[in-house]
């Protein structure tokens, strides 16, 4: 199945600083989302990205399908920005037992001091 | 709020034992899925519904199971309870089966003692 690594594995911040948290995958994907794990566990949609550009605040993603990349960036981080982020990709073309799974990268673990 | 309501929000139980995680997903929203968060696997797929039939099966075990009823809510039953069960469990919705976004619901964590 299509494989996603995400990096760094871990990142420590000081409040204010910027950052960016990568994303490759092994295959084409028909969907990418990055999503926030928050402390408490809940998992929050940033992005639905696939392709192109967004900007939400302070985060804004790139992907580059062509090149099996996405790249998350948190401007101005914050305290409340520590938690895991995940980037989660899915991959029909490939069918079979890969066919409505969204395979998740093992995440990035943001830690923002103030 | 996600607009994919799970509950309960915790569960203890005991190894042996059976219990069932309820999922209202997104109005609209046809697919459900649901997601195991184990420290040691990660967020892994179980398995897919869509408008009431299975659509996609995951890593998920014969002593599990799932359905979705003609209202869309769903449910994960998971029977013969080990400790290594575990986890948090998430249920997501999205609008179609292909390229849409998945939301999540805040998670059922389940402790087996």
């Known amino acids: 199945g299509i494989q996603v690594e995400q990096s760094p594995p871990d990142l420590i911040l000081q409040e204010g600083a910027n950052s960016t948290l990568r994303c490759n995958f092994s295959?084409?994907?028909?969907?990418l989302q990055w999503f926030h794990q928050n402390p408490w566990g809940q998992l929050i949609n940033l992005f639905y990205i696939p392709s192109g550009t967004k900007q939400n605040g302070r985060l804004s993603a790139t992907t580059v399908a062509t090149e099996r990349y996405s790249l998350l960036y948190i401007s101005s981080s914050q305290t409340t920005d520590s938690g895991v982020y995940f980037c989660?990709?899915?991959?029909?073309?490939?069918?079979?037992?890969?066919?409505?799974?969204?395979?998740f990268g093992q995440g990035t673990i943001l830690t923002v001091h103030p | 709020d996600s607009g994919v309501t799970q509950t309960p929000k915790h569960l203890i139980t005991a190894t042996g034992q059976r219990v069932t995680l309820r999922c209202s997903p997104r109005s609209g929203d046809l697919s459900v899925y649901w997601y195991q968060q184990s420290l040691d696997q990660g967020l892994q797929f179980l398995i897919q519904y869509y408008n009431g039939e299975e659509r996609a099966k995951g890593n998920i075990l014969e002593r599990f199971s799932a359905q979705q009823f003609p209202d869309l809510h769903s449910e994960l039953n998971l029977s013969s309870l080990e400790l290594g069960d575990s986890a948090l469990y998430f249920c997501?919705?999205?609008?179609?089966?292909?390229?849409?976004?998945?939301?999540f619901g805040s998670g059922t964590r389940l402790t087996v003692v």
């Open positions: 295959d084409s994907v028909n969907n």
């Open positions: 989660a990709v899915r991959n029909d073309y490939a069918g079979g037992t890969s066919y409505g799974k969204l395979t």
């Open positions: 997501a919705s999205s609008p179609q089966w292909v390229n849409y976004g998945y939301t």
